[in-house]
């Protein structure tokens, strides 16, 4: 058998096999179900074992150096550990053989622990599948061959995906120790969900003061790289030398010219959540359309050289339509909505033969309405609400704009929705008023190929989408709004400037918090979401800061385990704040008492007092549960990572290895992990650019050899193989009518050695050979002659 | 084949390195209790299983085989386990010809998060070999 070539180590220069087998009791976690001297005796009965023992502790030191000692004494040229995971302390073992000068991949590990001990109760049968387990290790081991570890040159640079706080920090660290970083960000602007906080919790103090200064320092980092607006379309090759595909979408606004003066937002006619306005034509509506407050429209009319409103013509009652058809001209060639057009139909009869026709287009200007001569159309307010809650954002809302306006970079972009030029092919004022000439309507798409040597993923979280969850009745009342849209009702940059305002635009009286929407709760997570109960007391807190109003917490438990946590919920406590131990079941209007007349009821049934309570409110606040990102699942994929249960990252070890991950060179941090406050997405994001650092430090990684070999004397050259492979390592040598492997390009999953119908491909480290001698060993046959 | 209450099957479970025994080492660590009928085989890839490795289990005395993969999507080798899940209904029409009922092997997927679903899945099939009762040796296959 060619595997077992070449395994003449040490002093059995004969070619005899002589394995050792090393039982580890584990304190009781091992031994006190599985009879460690019984597996002992079992193993020294095994063919070509030379010695078998057992001790307490066999990852300790004194474990391995009884190992050492025996690979010198007893000649050994296999070793044997029956301990724990593979997974957990196979390197511990392999060091310690190739420290003994014994190829460390002559050693074998079993599992009779986590797959043994702890998921069986009955220690005869226990002791019977260690007995298994042990005996196809150890046949197993026999066929192992010397193998090399593949060390690949690590690249400095790494690649940052998410520039939340974590990502932020960690990109700030690396960078500090002066390693290339490129931060990828999807908005437009680094800083994340914290940017869009008014005060964090426990300490109360400003987000924006503590987050912008980082974000300027990343911004300006001679060592940070921002790709904001951008993607990661793909990932390929591995730790040390990954290529990425960065996907930059069309910011319509170049980023090399633009100085981030701020012109194009303050001239944009164009709002994102403006109130609605109602165009009727001789009292007749025919259009919606969203209106900018502050005479933009008349700027953009002015600016097209019409001064004056035309005066009525004399003789036409005022009211009544002439189609003129100037409304339509500033409609399409002022505005360049296209919303009014004066049709002519030259086959009616005389006096009919005009019309106006229109469609969807309006964007509410009032242009039309500066036109007509003869008043025929008005415009007027559609909806009555102030506050529009669930649009609000922070910065200019305009279809080009920044997020913030401490955005980094300091580069708008165009939000193609709202943007008159993209709805119509009109406007085009932002372009002309930019004095860098740095907009364009014609951006493409670019795609751009980085090389970096590791991946930190610091996507963040999503919060559950409400609009299902109708018994809150997010979305049907106007005041019932979400954790999310409170901070930036609360931020002193939102619409309101920092007002705590109805949607009716006065202050409430009383405000319902309810806590854990989603979290906890089987229908839909049941994590929790652990940051709800602390922003609850802080909103709490702001509200009763802002506003003279009674404030109800609705809670299942208040969670406060953090450092500083507990001290600010006894705070709250003092501050008047109502205190309901009960989840909200519903939030209704329908009123059942004269108090109750115009409010929102809270029902929950009050588990302390042991009732059902119903409390009329004027503002209800939800604190949704967090969620893994939308595509999540999919990054992950591209990356080679998992995904946990709820759709989270999966961190390589829960405790022992919060921040890697199944991957090697891919590292996790903050929320895409599992729900987090600051202080611990801050923690992992450092964590995470330590671990960076270190395997930058070394320069060099070491690939286990677990790779595919073919054999070019069995290789037909039939082909099988080369579409089996995902990396593309197998390729066909015409000449020689073989299939060849690449093996940097090979990452051992061993899908082709499965294919392969001759034979010809074996995966090193886990031959045909060794598989099948293992199944023997595990089916208590083995063979006297696999273990040559 | 009669079904015998204390007939204990031999199992062979092939475990995908990233996804399945990672899940194992999980209900291990959880304590989660199942059948100790199994003996698991750790492979880097579900995608790693030969056929012929799953006949030689069954020859040389197993009652049942149990090859657990990544779920579909999750590869850590993007494919591999859409490799298994072509291969494993043909295997079953090879044993079919041989005479033995294709129920003895089972193809799953257990993810590294799913300690307790890798328990109940080998819960499951351990009962489902206990009623099928011990597999005849065919000493020619493989």
Known sequence: MDTSKGNGHGASSNGEIRVGVYVCHCGTNIAATVDVAEVVRFAEGLPNVAVAKDYQFMCSEPGQELIQQDITEHKLNRVVVAACSPLMHEPTFRRACAEAGLNPFLFQMANIREQCSWVTTDKPRATEKAKHIVRAAVSRVALHAELQVREVPVNERVLIIGGGIAGIEAALQIADAGKPVILVEREPSIGGRMATFDKTFPTLDCAACILTPKMVSAGQHRNIDIRSYAEVASVSGHVGQFQVSIRRNRRYVDDKKCNGCGLCYQECPAIVSPKSRKVSIEGQPYFVGSYAEGGEARKVTIRQGDRERRKPIKDTPTGDCIFCGKCATACSEVVGAHAIVLRRDESAEAGKQRSLEFNGNCIGCGACVRECPTGALTVTDAQDRQVLHHEMMLGPNKAIRVPTLQAVPNVPFIDEETCIHFRNGGCGHCAEVCPQEAISYDMEEAIEEVEVGSILVATGFDTIDLAPMVQYGWGRYDNVISGLEFEILCHASGSTGGKILKADGTPPKSVAILHCIGSRDEHYHEHCSRVCCMYSLKFAHLVREKVECDVYEFYIDIRAGGKGYEEFYKRLMREDVTFIRGKAAEVTNWPMSPEEEGKLVVKAEDTLLGQIRRVPVDMVILSPALQAREGAQTLAQTLGIGCGGEGFFLERHPKLAPVQTAADGVYVAGACQSPKDIPDSVAQGAAAAANILSLIDKGTFSIEPVVAVIDETLCGGCRTCINMCPYSALSADEERNVAVCESALCKGCGTCVATCPAGAIQQQGYTDAQIRAELEGALGRLAASSAE | ?142
């Open chain 2, 1 to 142: 084949m009669s079904a015998s209450a204390d007939f204990e099957p031999t199992i062979i479970g092939f475990l995908c390195r990233w996804c399945s025994y990672t899940g194992a080492d999980l209900a291990g660590t959880s304590r989660v209790k199942y059948p100790p009928n199994m003996i698991p085989l750790k492979v880097m890839c579900s995608g790693r299983v030969d056929p012929s490795l799953v006949l030689k289990a069954l020859a040389d005395g197993a009652d049942g085989v149990l090859i657990l993969g990544c779920h579909p999507g999750d590869c850590h080798y993007h494919e591999g386990n859409h490799k298994t899940m072509r291969r494993v209904p043909m295997l079953k029409s090879v044993l079919q010809q041989y005479g033995i009922d294709p129920a003895r092997v089972r193809l799953e997927w257990v993810s590294a998060s799913e300690g307790d679903r890798f328990a109940e899945v080998v819960h499951d099939f351990t009962e489902e070999i206990r009623a099928l009762g011990p597999q005849k040796r065919v000493e020619s296959v493989a």
